[in-house]
């Protein structure tokens, strides 16, 4: 994590919190600005967006500046450490790109890229760099998850409206995320069905446990639940601040708390979103009521 930085930067990073900038200030960006203004190891100083009136009333609420790329930012700010990027999925790889490129620790929102091959190519310059990169699977945070279960079925409503390959990319994504943590990487797709607007994955381990995803419309987001396949018992997510919570992990990282890992945090479940698209695009593509 620290690689290429004398001690003298390490202490100072250890004394003072480190400076941030936000990429994207739209609803999601707005969002996460409110977690990084108040975070207490790092100090929220830019906000960076194409749209520069957004970015002006987004920075001017939290008394920072506004930019419109994250070039200028890095200009103002040459102390500049690390960023949050969320942005519209099309943008995200190119910008969290840049920012690798400029010695920037980067958290970048989920899918992480707007394909699989431009996912893995921005985990290789995350090694290339020895920069710290987090894919923001907030639901990580998430506390009261249940722990251990060999088998595993999400039960998800999301907003009407989105298609199969948005509500993988986009919903269950986190519930890939915690397949691959419970399960392992190598996740088999084994069947997959859209029917009166619902979307339902079945996945297979090596070692023949498995996962169902299901995900169907609703006027709310709110219910979500884990259960064991077979068991009635359902987990319903409780009172949190997760993104809080991702943002405080991230910053262990940045700081060099904690080791940074062989592949980036999400990597695999990243890798496993879309390598699971692929295999089901024929048939979400297909999909008809």
Known sequence: MWQGRDSAAMQS?????????????????????????????????A???????????????????????????????PRLRACAVVTPRAHLARVAREALWSSLDVLVEKPGAASG?????LVTLAQARGRALR????????PGEPQGEATLMSVRA??????????????????????????????????????????????????GRRAR????????????WWTP???????????ADPLAAQWQAFETLVLGEMPQPIEPAGAESCSAVWALLEAARAELRGARE
């Open 158 to 207: 999301f907003a009407v409206g989105q298609t199969p390959e948005e509500l993988l990319l986009d919903r269950l994504c986190h519930d890939v995320d915690r397949a691959v943590r419970v399960l392992g990487p190598r996740l088999a797709l084994t069947a997959v069905r859209v029917h009166r607007g619902a979307l339902r994955v079945d996945l297979a381990a090596a070692d």
């Open 117 to 121: 091959a431009e996912f893995a190519e």
């Open 213 to 224: 995803l299901v995900a169907w419309p609703a006027p709310s987001e709110a219910r979500r």
């Open 229 to 239: 396949v077979g068991r009635s018992r359902r987990f319903s997510v409780p009172e």
């Open 135 to 142: 894919v923001g699977y907030v639901e990580r945070f998430l």
């Open 13 to 45: 990073a250890m004394e003072a919190p480190f400076e941030t900038a936000l990429v994207g200030a739209g609803r999601f960006g707005q969002v996460h600005a409110a977690k990084l203004a108040c975070a207490a190891r790092s100090r929220l100083v």
């Open 47 to 77: 906000v960076i967006d194409p749209d520069v009136s957004r970015a002006e009333a987004l920075a001017q609420r939290w008394g920072v500046s506004a930019h419109a790329c994250l070039s200028d930012a890095l200009v103002r700010h």
